[in-house]
């Protein structure tokens, strides 16, 4: 079923930006002589709450968290044209396990991610974008509790990220706003879903 979701969501992405390459004459928005937008590169920062939808069920434990606090750092070239494009990284945290193994001894998991996307976004109205964005995921873990600290990590090739942004000019350099992004990571077949204030400079 998410894959199905997933596919229908890049066709509909890509059926859309197909129409996205006629220049921008939106009223109001920052135009040249010629009546199309400038071209300019863009540097967004966000946090805010993420959740960690897990394909199968976490080993079975007393604290199971999914939710906390993640970050995404985007760079963005922003054309004459509706459609943009960029790269992101960031970095959440998947889920924590806290397990009581016995009255003397616990194990303490985590598991976090860092993302790298090609970003292709498209503005819909003024100040609203939507974008879909391919990439890798570093994932990593750390295990402590149990005799020395374990760690190990894994490369996901196959990921996918949907995000709906809206950003409010505060001044010509300056933008503030909020994010919703839906991430996919193909080697765990799981989902993350984050909500973030963001904050973009123009350069």
């Known amino acids: 079923m998410r894959k199905i979701v997933i596919t229908a969501l890049l066709c509909l992405m890509t059926s859309v930006t197909l129409l996205s390459q006629v220049k921008d004459t939106i009223p109001g928005s920052p135009l040249t002589d010629h009546g199309s937008r400038l071209s300019h590169f863009t540097l967004a920062f ?23 606090i993640g970050t995404s750092f985007r760079f963005m070239w922003e054309p004459e044209y509706r459609l943009s494009l960029g790269l992101e990284t960031g970095f959440y945290r998947i ?30 109205v003024d100040n609203f974008y939507l974008s879909i964005a391919p990439g890798l995921a570093l994932q990593y873990t750390k295990i402590t509790g149990i005799g020395p600290e374990i760690t190990s990590h894994q490369f996901s090739m196959a990921n996918f990220e949907a995000t709906a942004s809206y950003f409010y000019p505060i001044s010509k350099l300056f933008l503030a706003g909020g994010e919703a992004r839906l991430m996919y990571f193909g080697k765990t077949d799981d989902l993350m879903m984050s909500f973030n204030a963001v904050f973009a400079v123009k350069l």
């Open 46 to 68: 966000g946090a805010g709450w993420s959740h960690y939808f897990a394909n199968m069920d976490l080993v079975p434990a007393r604290n199971v968290q999914k939710d906390f």
């Open 95 to 124: 889920f924590r396990v806290d397990s009581t193994l016995t009255a003397e001894y616990s194990m303490k998991s985590r598991m976090n991610v860092v993302p790298l996307f090609l970003v292709i976004r498209m503005r819909i």
